[in-house]
């Protein structure tokens, strides 16, 4: 799926445009047993409730593309025989009325999801008509098909503390408990996928707040598919392998190169608004390093280190693995943050035989906040 599939179907989650009759829940405690089930009509729920539980649903396809969102493939033997893709395909078929297969999915996202508080599972069947479009992406009114999927998000159901309120009814302040109220899921995911705009029964897209964590027990147990690398864990393999491939050619002068190298094509690729999330080949870090002058055994363990971590002629984000909004120079006891715009004006030197981080200061320079003077008798190195 794409930047501009999954924004359509944000779309249809606004109260005006869905055909989500019916929310299902479950409620689970801190020790992972079910405090209660409901099935909730939305037409019969306040508006204030109804776009509560679609604000949720809708989360679940928020986040960055490889990141937040994750891609699950299912094999061709799974969508043929398989326990996992034949619950979800039943939740869809029965269009989650059937308790018993409810119940199932209850359970076994339970076995695997721990959260360490209280939380909701949250479940909705809907259907898109979804348009034909032009060559100019008018919508057309015919439809190309309908497309019906189910969504999930679990969210964490936490207590606010006590405190002091007002009483409209008295027209005074008093202390309310608090109150247990749900927050922004962690997980979630979608099924099936939408990928050009139509129904793709082998793929799903599955949803985690947090960058660093990729769900792995709750993608290995709901979706049993290989568990992909989280955009955390990818940065951090990306610069171990870097630096042990180079060894001493890993220069300040090669980080910045790749640094700026894959800024720059994450920044065109924002320009153009591809709807495609921008993904690249091993050869063009390969290509920053030729330029650099890298020698050819380490430009060799460089492609054996990258195709062993991220598989062979395999395609990663760059936004993955490089932060492309900072650059930062870390020593044991201090930091310099940069501006990746500015990363030229820092260098790494030795100077009679110590090593140095130098700084180029064409502008006012600042010390807490007090403007400081370069002495002229300064020596330049």
């Known amino acids: 799926m794409n930047e501009k599939e999954i924004a359509e179907l944000r779309r249809q989650l606004r109260p005006n445009r869905n055909n989500i009759t019916r929310v299902?829940?479950?409620?689970?405690?801190?020790?992972?047993?079910?405090?209660?089930?409901?099935?909730?009509?939305l037409g019969l729920a306040t508006q204030e409730e109804a776009e509560a539980y679609l604000n949720?649903?809708?989360?679940?396809?928020?986040?960055?593309?490889?990141?937040?969102?994750?891609?699950?493939?299912f094999s061709n033997q799974q969508v043929l025989d398989s326990?996992?893709?034949?619950?979800?395909?039943?939740?869809?078929?029965?269009?989650?009325?059937?308790s018993e297969t409810l119940q199932c999915f209850y359970d076994k996202v339970i076995s695997c999801v721990s959260l360490e508080e209280n939380y909701l599972i949250l479940m909705a069947y809907n259907t898109y008509d979804v348009p034909f479009k032009a060559k100019d992406?008018?919508?057309?009114?015919?439809?190309?098909?309908?497309?019906?999927?189910?969504l999930c998000s679990i969210a964490p159901v936490k207590k606010?503390?006590?405190?002091?309120?007002?009483?409209?009814?008295?027209?005074?302040?008093?202390?309310?408990?608090?109150?247990?109220l749900v927050s922004p899921p962690q997980l979630g995911?979608?099924?099936?996928?939408?990928?050009?705009?139509?129904?793709?029964?082998?793929?799903?897209?599955?949803y985690t707040k947090n960058t660093d964590d990729t769900a792995a027990p709750f993608i290995e147990t709901v979706f049993r598919t290989e568990v992909p690398k989280s955009a955390?864990?990818?940065?951090?393999?990306?610069?171990?392998?870097?630096?042990?491939?180079?060894?001493?050619?890993c220069s300040m002068e090669v980080v910045q190169a790749v640094h700026e190298q894959l800024s720059s094509l994450i920044d065109m690729h924002k320009e153009s608004k591809v709807a495609e999330p921008l993904m690249i080949h091993r050869e063009i870090v390969e290509d920053v390093l030729e330029?650099?002058?890298?020698?050819?055994?380490?430009?060799?363990?460089?492609?054996?280190?990258?195709?062993?971590?991220?598989?062979?002629?395999?395609?990663?984000?760059?936004?993955?693995?490089?932060?492309?909004?900072?650059?930062?120079?870390?020593?044991?006891?201090?930091?310099?943050?940069?501006?990746?715009e500015a990363r030229d004006l820092v260098q790494a030197k030795i100077i009679d035989g110590i090593k140095y981080i130098l700084i180029r200061a064409e502008d006012s320079v600042e010390v807490n906040g007090v403007n400081i003077q370069f002495e002229q008798s300064m020596e330049t190195v």
């Open 232 to 249: 955390a864990e990818q940065k951090s393999c990306f610069e171990t392998l870097l630096s042990d491939a180079l060894e001493e050619e």
């Open 189 to 206: 995911f979608l099924f099936p996928a939408f990928d050009d705009r139509s129904t793709n029964i082998y793929n799903a897209l599955c």
């Open 24 to 41: 299902y829940g479950c409620y689970v405690n801190e020790n992972g047993s079910i405090v209660s089930t409901f099935s909730q009509s």
């Open 291 to 340: 330029e650099c002058g890298v020698s050819e055994p380490h430009k060799e363990a460089f492609r054996e280190q990258f195709d062993s971590e991220f598989g062979e002629n395999q395609m990663v984000s760059p936004k993955n693995i490089i932060d492309n909004l900072h650059f930062d120079v870390k020593l044991p006891d201090v930091t310099i943050k940069v501006k990746p």
């Open 83 to 98: 326990e996992e893709h034949a619950l979800l395909m039943k939740l869809r078929e029965t269009k989650l009325e059937d």
């Open 160 to 180: 606010t503390k006590p405190g002091l309120g007002y009483d409209y009814n008295e027209q005074q302040f008093h202390t309310f408990a608090g109150d247990w």
């Open 56 to 73: 949720l649903l809708k989360k679940s396809l928020s986040g960055t593309l490889g990141k937040n969102l994750v891609d699950i493939a």
């Open 137 to 150: 992406d008018a919508e057309l009114e015919d439809s190309a098909e309908v497309y019906s999927h189910i």
